[in-house]
C-alpha cells in the first residue's frame, strides 16, 4: 500500500469508528430519554419511638449558646432583644428553662408563645 491509501485507509476508519461511536449515544439517549418516567421513592418517616425527629421539623435554638445573629432569626426578635437575651444570660448564668426568657426585657407570652417550639436551653 502506497501512502495515500494509508491515508485513506486510516480516515476511513476513524469516520466509522465516530459513526460507532455516535449511533451508540443515539441508542443510549433514546433509552435514558425523559419520555421514560423517572422512578423516586422517599424514605420512610422514622416512628415517634426512633428517638429522631423527621427531617421537616426545625432544628431548635439553645438560647444559653446562640449568638446574636441566631436569636435574631426567631419571629419577634430583634437586635435589642437579641442583646437583652444575651445580657440576661451573662447576668444569671444562662437560662434553667426556655419560661425564663419571659424575665427578659421585651419579651412577653405573645412572643415567647411564637418562639416556644423553637427554643431549648442546653446542658
Keep these: ?6 491515508d485513506r485507509f486510516w480516515a476511513l476508519i476513524t469516520l466509522l469508528l465516530i ?6 449515544g ?3 439517549w433514546q433509552h435514558y430519554s425523559p419520555n421514560h418516567p423517572i422512578k423516586i421513592t422517599l424514605l420512610e418517616e422514622p416512628n415517634a419511638t426512633d428517638g429522631v425527629s423527621p427531617p421537616d421539623q426545625p432544628q431548635k435554638i ?3 449558646r446562640a449568638e446574636s445573629w441566631l436569636l435574631e432569626a426567631l419571629p419577634g426578635i430583634g437586635p ?3 442583646q437583652a437575651i ?3 444570660r451573662q447576668q444569671n448564668e444562662g437560662f434553667s428553662h426556655i419560661t425564663e426568657i419571659t424575665e427578659v426585657a ?7 408563645d411564637d ?3 423553637l427554643i431549648t436551653v442546653g446542658d
Design 26 to 28: 443515539v441508542i443510549a
Design 1 to 6: 500500500m502506497t501512502a495515500g491509501k494509508l
Design 62 to 64: 439553645d438560647i444559653n
Design 115 to 117: 418562639i416556644k417550639d
Design 86 to 88: 444575651i445580657a440576661y
Design 80 to 82: 435589642s432583644k437579641a
Design 19 to 24: 459513526a460507532v461511536i455516535v449511533i451508540g
Design 106 to 112: 421585651g419579651i412577653g407570652q405573645a412572643i415567647y
